[in-house]
């Protein structure tokens, strides 16, 4: 990861507990080495790699967090 990129923007992860494709270890290696004004990582219990699918509800709920975080430091 000696190449990650340099954003200018707020980056949100979300992972499924039982993601074997991108376990949240890699995910939280990646997530160091990034630059970013704002990185934050989830983690959603019950949920595999298609997180989104897995817990369609909390998904929503952690990306509206998010976002209703972003416009709040504005």
Same mark, same amino acid.
């Given at each position: ?11 949100l =992860? ?5 993601d ?7 995910? /939280?290696?990646?997530?160091?080495t ?6 934050e990582?989830?983690t959603i219990?019950g ?6 699918f ?11 967090? =998010?976002? /209703? ?6």
């Amino acid at each position: 990861y000696s190449a990650a990129p340099a954003l200018e923007m707020p980056v949100l =992860f979300i992972s499924g507990e039982g993601d074997v494709t991108m376990p949240v270890s890699l995910i /939280r290696e990646y997530e160091s080495t990034l630059k970013s004004p704002y990185c934050e990582v989830k983690t959603i219990k019950g949920a595999g790699h298609s997180v989104m699918f897995d817990a369609p509800e909390e998904f929503g709920d952690v990306v509206c967090d =998010f976002a /209703r975080t972003q416009i709040e430091m504005k």
